[in-house]
């Protein structure tokens, strides 16, 4: 299986950016997905969450408002759409499938993350 | 910011056994399951651990993971020059609704 993440850039404090990942060689739609990121030298840390179908998401309090997590099923990808940019979100994003819900939460693959710049 | 703390280096001679350890509360590595992922520079995390002590498939078994309580650890025996990585911890929050990762170790072997 494969996920490859794409959309990372530079990007001026204020802006906006959407990421893409795109998933091959496992039933997308039967997981949940998140993105999780990772800042210069720092550890990772969770972003957002989104249900198997689409209908549910979920998002780190300090991302709520900002950014808005997606998934196109038919075309087996997941976005993030990120609003108001600020230089503390400027990280490697990583997009990860997600196996168990809640208890027994597991990201057993990851993609190998796009690089979003936020500087002016 | 981290909410499971982990310590932030150690390291060990080629053949040796380390022993990594996470620290956390009953909202989250006490009442869910605990993951351990690798992650060398540059690359993305790799899992190496799930459901606290499970090995996935294609991950050695000189990596062994346990829980007690609100703590977990991560074991890595017979050490390689191949396993100087970042380790990190996760697992699901109650309180935050949401995974959470630990602080990370970093691995040298000397």
């Known amino acids: 299986m494969d996920l490859v993440e794409s959309g990372g850039g530079l990007v001026r404090p204020g802006g906006s950016l959407r990421l893409s990942c795109s998933a091959s060689?496992?039933?997308?739609?039967?997981?949940?997905m998140n993105w999780v990121r990772q800042a210069p030298g720092k550890g990772l840390e969770w972003v957002s969450s989104i249900s198997s179908g689409g209908s549910s998401t979920n998002y780190a309090p300090s991302l709520r408002g900002r950014f808005t997590i997606s998934r196109d099923n038919a075309k087996s990808s997941l976005y993030l759409q990120m609003n108001g940019l600020r230089v503390e979100d400027t990280a490697v994003y990583y997009c990860?499938?997600?196996?168990?819900?809640?208890?027994?939460?597991?990201?057993?693959?990851w993609g190998q993350g796009t690089l979003v710049t936020v500087s002016s | 910011q981290s909410v499971l703390t982990q310590s932030p280096s150690l390291s060990g001679a080629p053949g040796q056994r380390v022993t990594i350890s996470c620290f956390g509360t009953?909202?989250?590595?006490?009442?869910?399951?605990v993951n351990w992922y690798q992650q060398v520079p540059g690359k993305a995390p790799k899992l190496l651990i799930s459901y606290d002590d499970l090995l996935p498939s294609g991950v050695s078994d000189r990596f062994s993971g346990a829980k007690s309580g609100t703590s977990a650890s991560l074991a890595i025996s017979g050490l390689q020059s191949e396993d100087e990585a970042d380790y990190y911890c996760?697992?699901?929050?109650?309180?935050?609704?949401?995974?959470?990762f630990g602080t990370g170790t970093r691995v040298a072997v000397l």
């Open positions: 996760a697992t699901w929050d109650d309180s935050l609704n949401g995974p959470v």
């Open positions: 990860a499938r997600i196996t168990g819900s809640r208890n027994l939460w597991s990201a057993d693959s």
């Open positions: 060689g496992f039933t997308f739609s039967n997981f949940i």
């Open positions: 009953f909202s989250n590595i006490g009442n869910n399951v």
